[in-house]
């Protein structure tokens, strides 16, 4: 079945430093979403990417779509305690999908003062 | 912020034990979805709903039940808790349509002694 795939599974950085996750799919995707969960708190939906190639910014992140549709990737600039988090991307689901996700093992970002 | 509820937000109970976790959306969404999430890890789906009386194993095996009579509300259902139950028990919900964006509950941390 479709496996999506995520790395790192952590990364700890100091706070100023940048922070990238990368995800790559094991098939195309129609769209790519990013959910940020907070340490104790439950998914909440970043953004979704949908064109090859597509490149989106939020302040200080920015995701890309790659040109095959397998791959994506989040960037943060210059980080900050306030990005402390789980970063999952979900693709989804094969098949008669119900609106399905599935959803990386997420990336864990610590970040020091 | 997105209105789905999740109750009760923690649960202690001892094996053997019938547990009814609760999860419920006012904004008329048609799709629902429990995941299983156990600290620091992915989220596993392991049911969903695409409408009332419609309802369908996820991807990871469980042994909880679901039912959907009203579209707002979404409960699952463990006859006889065990301690390989204990995780994180989160519940979305998803509008029709082309955005695939899920909305997520709070969850139930769900322990068993």
């Known amino acids: 079945g479709q496996q999506v795939m995520q790395i790192p599974q952590y990364q700890h950085v100091q706070e100023g430093e940048d922070f990238t996750t990368y995800c790559n799919s094991s098939?195309?995707?129609?769209?790519i979403q990013w959910y940020k969960q907070r340490p104790g708190g439950h998914p909440v939906f970043l953004i979704q990417?949908?064109?090859?190639?597509e490149v989106k910014k939020q302040k200080r992140l920015t995701f890309q779509f790659g040109e095959a549709k397998k791959n994506s990737s989040l960037h943060i600039t210059a980080t900050q305690t306030t990005d402390v988090g789980t970063y999952f991307c979900a693709g989804p689901a094969g098949g008669t999908s119900y609106g399905k996700l599935t959803f990386g093992q997420g990336t864990i970002l610590t970040v020091h003062p | 912020e997105a209105d789905i509820y999740q109750t009760p937000r923690y649960l202690v109970i001892g094996t053997g034990k019938k547990i009814t976790l609760e999860c419920s959306q006012t904004m008329g969404h048609d799709k629902m979805y429990w995941y299983q999430q156990d600290p620091g890890m992915e989220l596993h789906l392991i049911h969903y709903?695409?409408?009332?009386?419609?309802?369908e194993k996820g991807d990871l095996s469980s042994e909880s039940t679901v039912s959907r009579i009203r579209t707002e509300h979404f409960p699952l259902t463990l006859e006889s808790a065990r301690p390989s139950h204990t995780s994180q028990y989160l519940c979305?919900?998803?509008?029709?349509?082309?955005?695939?964006?899920?909305?997520f509950g709070p969850g139930t941390r769900l322990t068993v002694l």
């Open positions: 709903s695409y409408g009332v009386n419609s309802t």
């Open positions: 098939t195309t995707l129609s769209n």
């Open positions: 990417l949908v064109k090859s190639g």
């Open positions: 979305a919900s998803k509008s029709q349509g082309l955005h695939n964006e899920q909305f």
